[in-house]
């Protein structure tokens, strides 16, 4: 794969937008699906600001460099 591929094309993770019909939708559009991992924190620690990370949006178009959540689609 080429390096200004975007990585998410391949990645179990990624749920793009389509069409009624199916298809990959023209915009691109589409959302990562990883999700932070869900911890147990003792009682004397506590999360700072948000309690979950934000964003999310991913595009067939967009170059990204490696993902460190990267996991390839299984081949059925």
């Known amino acids: 794969m080429s390096d200004r591929r975007p990585?998410?094309?391949e990645c179990k993770f990624?749920?793009?937008q389509r069409t009624a019909?199916?298809?990959l939708h023209?915009?691109?559009d589409?959302?990562?699906k990883w999700e932070f991992p869900k911890i147990r924190l003792p009682v004397s620690m506590y999360?700072?600001?948000s309690h979950t990370?934000?964003?999310g949006h991913i595009n067939r178009r967009d170059e990204w460099k490696q993902c460190p959540q990267f996991q390839p689609e299984r081949s059925a």
């Open 30 to 32: 589409g959302r990562c």
């Open 14 to 16: 990624a749920d793009w």
């Open 21 to 23: 019909a199916g298809k």
């Open 47 to 49: 999360f700072f600001g």
């Open 53 to 55: 990370p934000s964003g």
């Open 26 to 28: 023209p915009s691109g």
């Open 7 to 9: 990585q998410c094309l």
